[in-house]
């Protein structure tokens, strides 16, 4: 049985390109993996805080030493944590904003990016501690950043591998709807990167 998290950023709901990606590929791994277990984190409807200080100085206190206030952001944290520790692969939706993420999965990563839990340091540097994970990114965009003249503007999916990388998580693959506001490209943008979705 494969337990499946899906991360869900647009802040929009049925007019969601990347939600609608996102979902064909959830029922794709479905179709592979039937008794499969999906565990949905969307950070629309239950957004995750903007990093400040409280939760910084909660992050860099020892355990022993927690108020109770800290205590109560560490298990949230840790919550989030949990969901990628249990998954077996990860699903994430990622669409386009201002070149970027949306600012959710930005406070999402804040969260989650913890040494001693999504990774360590040893004496040879940074390692991952996310391993023998999958992968996929449910990206779209109003332009197409895969190539051309645009390419050097994406820092959303770029970002996100590398992320997941530093996770430990290097098993990635990326589907795209890119061009969903150019005329002529967005008509069939989203079916053509519906069709294009295989799982491995």
């Given at each position: 049985?494969k337990?499946?998290?899906?991360i869900?950023?647009?802040?929009?709901?049925?007019?969601?390109a990347?939600?609608?990606?996102?979902?064909?590929?959830?029922?794709?791994?479905?179709?592979?993996?039937?008794?499969?277990?999906?565990?949905?984190?969307?950070?629309?409807?239950?957004?995750?805080?903007?990093?400040?200080?409280?939760?910084i100085?909660?992050?860099?206190?020892?355990?022993?030493?927690?108020?109770?206030?800290?205590?109560?952001i560490?298990?949230?944290?840790?919550?989030?944590?949990a969901?990628?520790?249990?998954?077996?692969?990860?699903?994430?939706?990622?669409?386009?904003?201002?070149?970027?993420?949306?600012?959710?999965?930005?406070a999402?990563?804040d969260?989650?990016?913890?040494?001693?839990?999504?990774?360590?340091?040893?004496?040879?540097?940074?390692?991952?501690?996310?391993n023998?994970?999958?992968?996929?990114?449910?990206?779209?965009?109003?332009?197409?950043?895969?190539?051309g003249?645009?390419?050097?503007y994406d820092?959303?999916?770029?970002?996100v591998?590398n992320?997941?990388?530093?996770?430990?998580?290097t098993?990635?693959?990326?589907?795209?709807?890119?061009?969903?506001s150019i005329?002529g490209?967005?008509?069939?943008?989203?079916?053509?990167?519906?069709?294009?979705?295989?799982?491995?």
């Amino acid at each position: 049985m494969k337990n499946i998290l899906h991360i869900i950023s647009s802040p929009r709901m049925e007019a969601s390109a990347s939600r609608k990606l996102g979902n064909a590929v959830i029922e794709k791994i479905q179709e592979r993996y039937p008794d499969a277990v999906v565990t949905e984190r969307d950070l629309t409807k239950k957004p995750v805080p903007i990093l400040e200080e409280a939760h910084i100085n909660t992050f860099f206190t020892p355990t022993e030493n927690y108020s109770p206030e800290q205590a109560e952001i560490n298990e949230y944290s840790a919550g989030l944590i949990a969901e990628l520790q249990q998954a077996d692969i990860i699903v994430v939706d990622s669409p386009m904003y201002n070149f970027s993420v949306p600012a959710s999965l930005r406070a999402y990563f804040d969260f989650t990016s913890r040494a001693g839990y999504t990774f360590k340091y040893d004496e040879n540097g940074p390692k991952g501690l996310l391993n023998n994970k999958k992968l996929y990114i449910a990206f779209t965009s109003g332009n197409i950043y895969s190539e051309g003249p645009y390419q050097i503007y994406d820092s959303n999916v770029p970002y996100v591998k590398n992320i997941f990388g530093f996770y430990g998580v290097t098993n990635v693959s990326v589907f795209r709807a890119e061009g969903l506001s150019i005329p002529g490209i967005q008509e069939t943008a989203l079916e053509k990167a519906i069709e294009r979705i295989t799982i491995d």
